[in-house]
């Protein structure tokens, strides 16, 4: 007898018997009638990133929805739900839907086979991750997904310049701050307006430019 090779499917079943998507093996029966099963690891793991340093992000809110396809309805999904998932012993997670990912940035879910997916991912400072555009679909076998969040940035007009140099265009950051520019940036940094009366100092003439700041 030739040694004979053949691929199957070994899925996994949920604490309630659910069957989830698995993962490739290999049967191997040598001439002797002797057989071996090779199984590599089932990793539905994913990792949430910093989309400018590149770097795990922990504490990421992560859940997965049903995504709006042909096959989903088609099996009495309801799509853009999020999916209720049985549990698993054995996962640290336990396979539950919202979770937080860990200091390595992963998260993961062991889901139904032949199912259509998305993921959303929420983490303060940092904008949604919405993956209605990136839809995940799983056949027989566990599979992985990994993505990145943008940082959120202020909004335009956020913040307003309180030094703007001197008349003639220089900028002098070496040059000492006299009373009157510091004066005149502490209004412009509390969003003040100079005094229309300046109060009386002997060294500041009405006529100085920062008179009305300096009266403050």
Known sequence: MRRHIQSLVLYLLA???????????????????????????IAPYGTATDALTNKPLQGVKVSVYWADTKLNRSMGRKPNTR????????????????QST???????????????????????????YDGHGSILHVGKTAVKLNF????????????????SGYPNGTFRPNAGVTRAELA????????????ASAVEYSDVPDTNWAAGAIAH
């Open 15 to 41: 604490d309630d018997g659910t069957k989830l998507a698995g993962q490739i093996a290999q049967l191997t029966v040598d001439e002797s009638n002797a057989a071996k099963v090779t199984l590599a690891d």
């Open 83 to 98: 999916v209720e998932l049985p549990r698993v012993q054995g996962m640290a997670n336990r396979n539950t839907n919202l």
């Open 102 to 128: 860990a200091t390595d940035g992963q998260f993961g879910w062991l889901l139904p086979p032949d199912g259509d997916y998305y993921v959303i991912a929420e983490k303060e400072g940092y904008k949604t």
């Open 148 to 163: 990145a969040l943008q940082a959120k940035v202020l909004e335009k007009g956020g913040l307003k310049a309180f030094v």
């Open 184 to 195: 005149s940036m502490l209004l412009k940094a509390l969003g003040l307006q100079p005094r």
